[in-house]
C-alpha cells in the first residue's frame, strides 16, 4: 500500500488574524479531503484555535510548527503537545531547519519532541536536511544518515509519523535539487528508515524548499515524493491549492 500523501503549509512567524481566516476558508473550502492524500496547515501557536474554527468540517487538518518535549512545567514561552491536541491540532513539525539553527535544537530534541508528539495524539512532521555547506561537501546523504535515526521517535510507526526532507539551502531561495537529486535522497531516507525495523515503504516521505504552484507538478511527480512541507507559497491559497492539486 503507498503511502497516505500529505501537503502541509507552514506559516512560520506570518499571518496576522483576518488574513488568517481569509487564508484558511479559502483552503478549506477548496481542497477536498481524498483517500489518497491529506492537507494541513500549520499557523503560529496564537492563531490556532481561530484558524482550526475556520477549518471546522472541511477536512484540512490543524498543524502546529514546535511543541516542547515535556507535558508541562516551568518553560516559558514553550507550549506542550497536550495542549496543542486540546485546542485541535492533529499534527505538528518538530526539527525544522529554523528551530534547530535558532534554537540549536539536537537529534536529541527533536526525538524527545516527536515522542512527546505521539504520546499525546499528534502526528509528527520530522523534517531533515543538509545545509549548503554540507551539500557542497558531498556529505547530503550522511547528514539524514545521522539525522533521521537520532531524531525518529521510539514506537514510531508509518501510520503516525512523517518525514520531511527540506535541503536548507532550497528553504526560501527560490533553489530546488534536481529532480534527480530529490529522488536519490528519498530514497536514500527510505532505506535508513526500513533499517530501524519500521515498514518504510508505507512511510510518507515529503519534499520541502521552494515548492510553488509552479514547480509542484514536476516535483510531486518524483518517485518516493509523498506530498509537500510548503513555507512561502503556504500564505498564497492560489499558490498553495495549485500544489494540493499537483500532489493526488
Ligand atoms: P519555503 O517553501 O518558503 O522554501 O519554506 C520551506 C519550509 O521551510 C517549509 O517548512
Redesign the pocket.
Known amino acids: 500500500m503507498a503511502p497516505i500523501k500529505l501537503v502541509a503549509g ?1 506559516w ?1 512567524m506570518n499571518g496576522s488574524l483576518s488574513g488568517a481566516r481569509l487564508l484558511a476558508e479559502e483552503i478549506a473550502a477548496k481542497s477536498a479531503p481524498t483517500a489518497r492524500r491529506r492537507v494541513a496547515v500549520c499557523p503560529p501557536f496564537p492563531l490556532l484555535s481561530s484558524v482550526g474554527a475556520f477549518l471546522k468540517g472541511s477536512g484540512v487538518l490543524l498543524g502546529a510548527q514546535d511543541c516542547h518535549a515535556h507535558e508541562k512545567g516551568a518553560h516559558t514561552g514553550d507550549v506542550s503537545a497536550k495542549l496543542l491536541s486540546e485546542v485541535g491540532c492533529r499534527i505538528v ?1 518538530v526539527g ?3 528551530r534547530r539553527t535558532d534554537h540549536r535544537e539536537t537529534d536529541d530534541m527533536v526525538r524527545a519532541k516527536a515522542e512527546a508528539a505521539l504520546a499525546a495524539g499528534l502526528d509528527p512532521i520530522v ?1 531533515v536536511g543538509e545545509t549548503e555547506a554540507e551539500r557542497d561537501a558531498g556529505r547530503t546523504k550522511d547528514v539524514v544518515e545521522r539525522q533521521v535515526p537520532a531524531s525518529w521517535p521510539k514506537g514510531g510507526t508509518v501510520e503516525r509519523c512523517v518525514i ?1 526532507y ?1 535541503p536548507v539551502w ?4 527560490g533553489k530546488t535539487p534536481t529532480v534527480g537529486d530529490v529522488a536519490e535522497v528519498h530514497s536514500h531516507i527510505r532505506s535508513v528508515v526500513a533499517k530501524l525495523g519500521v515498514a518504510a515503504e508505507n512511510l510518507a516521505i515529503l519534499y ?5 504552484g509552479s514547480n509542484a507538478p514536476e516535483l510531486m511527480a518524483v518517485p518516493g515524493v509523498d506530498g509537500a ?6 500564505l498564497d491559497a492560489a499558490d498553495f491549492l495549485k500544489i494540493v492539486n499537483a500532489c493526488q
Open positions: 507552514n512560520k513539525i525544522h531547519s529554523e523534517c520531511a527540506e532550497a528553504i526560501g531561495t520541502g524548499g521552494s515548492v510553488k512541507l510548503v513555507g512561502g507559497a503556504s
